[in-house]
């Protein structure tokens, strides 16, 4: 066939083969230029490697300012120690005027970034570079000094914004959108490490999404660009010069950059720079609800095709979602038409939405997709004064107990001297855990004496025949798992619990 193909190759340019086909060296040929063109048409969607960051840098330099902060800080404790040392070191040695008079307060100083995000002198920062700050100087590019005044802060996300006056407009820097941002894209940090004003530094998305347990929305960019001690507070540009993240964080054992650095994606940052711009403090949307990791034993039980979604635990009486027909048992899976991947997403789409919004949102209820539609609230410590279960489900059953051997589970009904032996009150309603077997399939799943089974598979139980029938059921229909919901120590919880081979 290789020698056939050569004289095949020898015929004149444009001859057809005799089986009616162009001639093999010409269809390699032609092939091989379409998947060149193919290739270069694939590699068109990403963005390459500049050649030079320069003229970037150029034009993102005197967005970027160098923040240096300075507070009294109260030192009694240490001082008396050092003065009672003296006090004993001048005695000993008669001198007649005894110790020295010490200090009480010494004044100290630390150097963070910011970028200018409005030309009439707005910066923002971190919150801890300028927390508990008593003077706050910001350097311009030109090295203009200047002093400004915080116009608020949010510790949740570690964010500041920071007010100058000037009487010039100042080179402000743009929002980018971190949503859009893909791992392997180039990125630009800019900022003070060390005091090193004005430091360009480059590299590239490692990660997204990453919770490093620095506080509740965790949601952080990872970059490899070098960042350092004195950054905290700068922008991670895109290489359309738009800011996309605030480096706030770095993980290092020794102190210095290792290559693994976070920073506030802008898709966060925008918005609680905004409310602090028009509040002087964050305003978050609250939907009132507690709510739970859908693990796979719990998707098997609720039927759901994926463990997907934030469970619904229990739901705060009178809130946005009790008041839009959210139910306790609820898995939502999207919100305001995004996607609910788990339970850890939800807190900050909530969170980042405006109050008062009303929003969509598709909920697992029975077996199938439903959509609700829900007004935020405003998140504050008199909204969340506590969750509610289910209502009143009548007056409590008559005494009765019950076992589920198989599963290594006793039950009781809720008596009056069972609730004084757990303290549990009155309006609580459901079956009572009375013992569990520590080598069976409900120890094995978290249930403890003292829970009460308030639902089974979403539906409310008061006696312990109850929960026979629905086990009973359960196995009848080849289901492997049912879902419980425990009331323990005041909290809502579901279970999922296997039901073994029955």
Same mark, same amino acid.
């Given at each position: 066939?290789?020698?056939?193909?050569?004289?095949?190759?020898?015929?004149?340019?444009?001859?057809?083969?005799?089986?009616?086909?162009?001639?093999?060296?010409?269809?390699?040929?032609?092939?091989?230029?379409?998947?060149?063109?193919?290739?270069?048409?694939?590699?068109?969607?990403?963005?390459?490697?500049?050649?030079?960051?320069?003229?970037?840098?150029?034009?993102?330099?005197?967005?970027?300012?160098?923040?240096?902060?300075?507070?009294?800080?109260?030192?009694?404790?240490?001082?008396?120690?050092?003065?009672?040392?003296?006090?004993?070191?001048?005695?000993?040695?008669?001198?007649?005027?005894?110790?020295?008079?010490?200090?009480?307060?010494?004044?100290?100083?630390?150097?963070?970034?910011?970028?200018?995000?409005?030309?009439?002198?707005?910066?923002?920062?971190?919150?801890?570079?300028?927390?508990?700050?008593?003077?706050?100087?910001?350097?311009?590019?030109?090295?203009?000094?200047?002093?400004?005044?915080?116009?608020?802060?949010?510790?949740?996300?570690?964010?500041?914004?920071?007010?100058?006056?000037?009487?010039?407009?100042?080179?402000?820097?743009?929002?980018?959108?971190?949503?859009?941002?893909?791992?392997?894209?180039?990125?630009?940090?800019?900022?003070?490490?060390?005091?090193?004003?004005?430091?360009?530094?480059?590299?590239?998305?490692?990660?997204?999404?990453?919770?490093?347990?620095?506080?509740?929305?965790?949601?952080?960019?990872?970059?490899?660009?070098?960042?350092?001690?004195?950054?905290?507070?700068?922008?991670?540009?895109?290489?359309?010069?738009?800011?996309?993240?605030?480096?706030?964080?770095?993980?290092?054992?020794?102190?210095?950059?290792?290559?693994?650095?976070?920073?506030?994606?802008?898709?966060?940052?925008?918005?609680?720079?905004?409310?602090?711009?028009?509040?002087?403090?964050?305003?978050?949307?609250?939907?009132?609800?507690?709510?739970?990791?859908?693990?796979?034993?719990?998707?098997?039980?609720?039927?759901?095709?994926?463990?997907? /979604?934030? !469970? #619904?635990?229990?739901?705060?009486?009178?809130?946005? +979602? $009790?008041?839009? @027909?959210?139910?306790? =048992? &609820? *898995? %939502?899976?999207?919100?305001d038409g995004r996607e609910v991947t788990d339970m850890?997403?939800?807190?900050?789409?909530?969170?980042?939405?405006?109050?008062?919004?009303?929003?969509?949102?598709?909920?697992?209820?029975?077996?199938?997709?439903?959509?609700?539609?829900?007004?935020?609230?405003?998140?504050?410590?008199?909204?969340?004064?506590?969750?509610?279960?289910?209502?009143?489900?009548?007056?409590?059953?008559?005494?009765?107990?019950?076992?589920?051997?198989?599963?290594?589970?006793?039950?009781?009904?809720?008596?009056?001297?069972?609730?004084?032996?757990?303290?549990?009150?009155?309006?609580?309603? /459901?079956? !009572? #855990?009375?013992?569990?077997?520590?080598?069976?399939? +409900? $120890?094995?799943? @978290?249930?403890?004496? =003292? &829970? *009460? %089974?308030?639902?089974?598979?979403?539906?409310?139980?008061?006696?312990?025949?109850?929960?026979?029938?629905?086990?009973?059921?359960a196995r009848r229909e080849g289901y492997r798992v049912?879902?419980?919901?425990?009331?323990?120590?005041?909290?809502?919880?579901?279970?999922?619990?296997?039901?073994?081979?029955?």
């Amino acid at each position: 066939m290789f020698e056939r193909t050569l004289d095949v190759a020898a015929q004149a340019p444009g001859e057809k083969h005799a089986i009616g086909g162009w001639r093999p060296l010409a269809m390699l040929q032609a092939l091989a230029v379409l998947v060149i063109a193919m290739t270069l048409g694939a590699s068109a969607q990403a963005r390459s490697a500049p050649e030079s960051f320069a003229d970037l840098a150029d034009e993102l330099l005197p967005t970027v300012v160098n923040i240096s902060t300075s507070q009294v800080i109260e030192d009694n404790g240490r001082i008396d120690n050092f003065e009672e040392l003296f006090r004993e070191f001048f005695e000993e040695r008669g001198e007649p005027n005894g110790a020295p008079d010490f200090p009480r307060q010494r004044r100290t100083s630390s150097l963070g970034s910011g970028f200018i995000i409005d030309s009439e002198g707005y910066i923002v920062t971190n919150n801890h570079v300028v927390a508990n700050a008593d003077e706050i100087t910001v350097r311009l590019h030109d090295n203009t000094t200047l002093e400004a005044e915080i116009v608020g802060t949010d510790d949740k996300t570690d964010l500041a914004l920071l007010k100058v006056e000037t009487d010039r407009e100042l080179p402000a820097a743009q929002w980018g959108d971190s949503d859009e941002a893909r791992v392997g894209e180039w990125i630009l940090a800019i900022g003070n490490p060390y005091g090193l004003g004005g430091s360009v530094t480059a590299g590239i998305i490692s990660a997204r999404q990453r919770d490093i347990n620095a506080g509740p929305y965790d949601d952080f960019l990872q970059t490899d660009a070098s960042i350092n001690r004195g950054n905290s507070g700068g922008p991670t540009f895109d290489m359309e010069g738009r800011v996309i993240g605030v480096n706030t964080a770095i993980f290092s054992p020794s102190g210095g950059s290792v290559g693994i650095g976070f920073a506030i994606p802008s898709a966060m940052a925008r918005n609680v720079i905004a409310s602090l711009k028009e509040h002087g403090e964050v305003r978050r949307g609250w939907l009132g609800v507690q709510i739970q990791t859908v693990t796979d034993e719990l998707a098997e039980g609720l039927r759901l095709p994926e463990a997907e /979604g934030a !469970l #619904v635990a229990s739901l705060f009486e009178g809130g946005p +979602a $009790a008041e839009g @027909g959210i139910e306790q =048992g &609820d *898995v %939502i899976l999207e919100f305001d038409g995004r996607e609910v991947t788990d339970m850890r997403s939800l807190p900050r789409m909530v969170a980042e939405t405006r109050v008062g919004k009303e929003v969509e949102v598709v909920v697992w209820r029975g077996g199938e997709r439903q959509t609700v539609e829900v007004t935020l609230g405003e998140m504050d410590e008199d909204a969340m004064s506590g969750p509610s279960g289910e209502e009143d489900r009548g007056e409590a059953p008559e005494p009765e107990s019950g076992a589920l051997e198989d599963l290594g589970l006793e039950l009781g009904s809720l008596t009056e001297e069972r609730r004084n032996n757990y303290g549990l009150a009155e309006d609580v309603d /459901g079956v !009572l #855990v009375t013992d569990v077997d520590p080598t069976g399939l +409900a $120890a094995d799943s @978290g249930l403890q004496p =003292g &829970d *009460v %089974i308030a639902e089974v598979d979403q539906e409310p139980v008061t006696r312990p025949a109850e929960i026979e029938e629905s086990v009973a059921a359960a196995r009848r229909e080849g289901y492997r798992v049912i879902t419980l919901l425990i009331l323990r120590e005041g909290d809502f919880l579901w279970v999922a619990l296997p039901l073994g081979d029955g």
